[in-house]
Structures are given as C-alpha cells and as structure tokens.
C-alpha cells in the first residue's frame, strides 16, 4: 500500500517560472512532512519540511503547504532555477520512520 | 564530518550469487536505516536500526535479505541469493533523533545492484 503518492512522474518548467509539486497521502496519523531532493549519482538530501500543526512554510525560494483535511501537500519553488532541476521527493513521518513518495522529476528549461 | 559512507557504489553480479552491502554512518548518530529505491516505488524503507539494534524490519521483502549492525559504525545489508529483480539502487540513511523535529535523514550516495 502506497501511503505516499506523488502522481506526477515528471515536470518540466521554464527558468524563472513556478515549479509546483503535489503529494497526497493517506495516513491521517503522520505528525511531519518533508521534501528531499536528489541529484543523479547522489544520496537524496532533505530540503524543508512542515509539522502537520501548520498550513504553510517558507524558506527563501521554497514553500510547502500542507491541506490536511484533504491529505494533500504541496512544493512550490519560485523563482525555478537551472539548478533545482533533480529528483524531488516527499515524505511523511510517523514515529521514528519516514514513509517516501515514488519522486517527481522536475527538468528546468533555461 | 565525512557523511554517511557507502560501499561498493557499484555492484553487478548473476542471479544466484551472495551480495553484501556495506555502510558506515555518522559518527554520534544512532539511528540507521535501509533504503531501496525503485523506479516503480521510489524509496521503500527496508529496516532501521536503534543503537545497533533492528527496530522495524517490516520492509525486508524476504528471507533472501538480512541486515546486521555489530557496531555503532558498521552496517551490512545482504542478499542471500541475489535475483534480478534485486536490481535498485540501495540507501544508507543515519539519523540523530528521527522522531524529534525535522527528523534530518543523512543519506549515502547509494549502492547501485544490478543482478544479471
């Protein structure tokens, strides 16, 4: 059973544009979410995250909002950058385990 | 600090053979965890590890797999024997307190199995 989904296998967005990355999940008892982001050839990195008492948080180019009544999170990265392209990951913690989503590639197009 | 550190980066072998994974994670953290990515399911928790004790090995697909930690700086996963669909790129995470806050995972760069 997949607790973690991310549907969209793939993303590609301009530079300077709005990369959007969507997550659901259905285990209502998971108390944080984060976001990894992985290069090729490399391990995946933790990039930000949220409690499930909170709606939204920002770290400079990065926001994630979290929708619990409809067990939907979201990444939004503005402005995209060369750079942020990679493998994106979501995940959702309960206890000591983190529970990963399948990824998102995102491709941003300079 | 070096990372957590990961060995070999990459192995081929035939079906049948015994594969050994090996990792070694930050030094002062102690939780360990075995990850295995896929493209089908991303990254599938396999068994983690408390002070070198196994705490959850609910993700160990079969017996074929078995994961050890003699110590606080040694971890082995091994397949016993290996099949094709073995084939995946396998995790080492290490963690300081996991259920506390952001929980940070520290990832190696991943051991790459491909079983012919």
């Known amino acids: 059973d997949q607790q973690v989904k991310q549907n969209s296998p793939s993303l590609s967005v301009q530079e300077g544009r709005i990369s959007i990355l969507n997550c659901d999940y259905t285990?209502?008892?998971?108390?944080?979410f984060l976001w990894y982001k992985k290069y090729p050839a490399e391990g995946p990195t933790f990039l930000i995250s949220i409690s499930s008492i909170k709606d939204k948080n920002e770290d400079g180019r990065f926001t994630v909002f979290l929708n619990k009544s409809a067990k939907h999170l979201s990444l939004h990265i503005v402005p995209s950058q060369p750079g942020d392209s990679a493998v994106y990951f979501c995940a959702a913690r309960r206890g000591n385990k983190l529970v990963f989503g399948a990824g998102t590639i995102l491709r941003v197009k300079s | 600090d070096a990372g957590v550190i990961q060995s070999p980066r990459h192995e081929v072998t035939e079906m049948g053979q015994e594969v050994t994974l090996r990792c070694k994670p930050i030094s002062g953290h102690d939780y360990l965890f075995w990850y295995r990515q896929t493209m089908m399911r991303g990254l599938e928790l396999l068994i983690y590890f408390n002070n070198n004790v196994p705490i959850d090995d609910s993700g160990m697909p079969e017996d074929r797999f078995s994961a050890k930690m003699p110590n606080a700086s040694f971890s082995t996963l091994k397949i016993q024997p290996s099949e094709p669909r073995d084939s995946a790129v396998y995790f080492c995470a290490s963690s300081l307190a996991p259920g506390k806050g952001t929980g940070e995972l520290f990832f190696g760069e991943g051991s790459r199995l491909t079983v012919l």
């Open positions: 285990n209502s008892m998971f108390d944080y």
